[in-house]
């Protein structure tokens, strides 16, 4: 599979473990820096709205999240989230429920 630009939403209480993102996005990641992520997304790190990207991304979301109703997305600033329900991320996201974090 090609390389390409990928959005990875994660519970905050976890980080992503990059052999289990390799094996959800088929190829080896590297993290993007500040200025690709800006550029991609629209968003500063920590920022990053996963349904208001500025360029069409895949988006992976880690299953941890959904033992949570309801989630708090990143909406555009590392200080501000929105209160989502898990099932409506992942339809506005079209993103791919998979395990990419650990403990």
Do not use: H
């Not at 190829?27 to 997304?41: D, H, I, Y």
Request: aromatic share 8%.
């Amino acid at each position: 599979k090609k390389e390409q630009a990928v959005v990875v939403v994660t519970c905050g209480d976890l980080k992503v473990d990059t052999k289990k993102l390799k094996k959800a996005v088929g190829f080896k990641p590297k993290f993007a820096s500040s200025t690709e992520v800006k550029a991609l997304t629209g968003f500063s790190p920590g920022g990053v709205c996963p349904f208001a990207l500025l360029k069409p991304l895949p988006v992976f979301l880690d299953i941890s999240m959904k033992r949570f109703p309801v989630v708090y997305a990143a909406a555009g600033t590392p200080n501000s989230a929105v209160p989502i329900e898990f099932s409506r991320l992942v339809t506005l996201t079209n993103g791919q429920i998979c395990n990419v974090c650990s403990a």
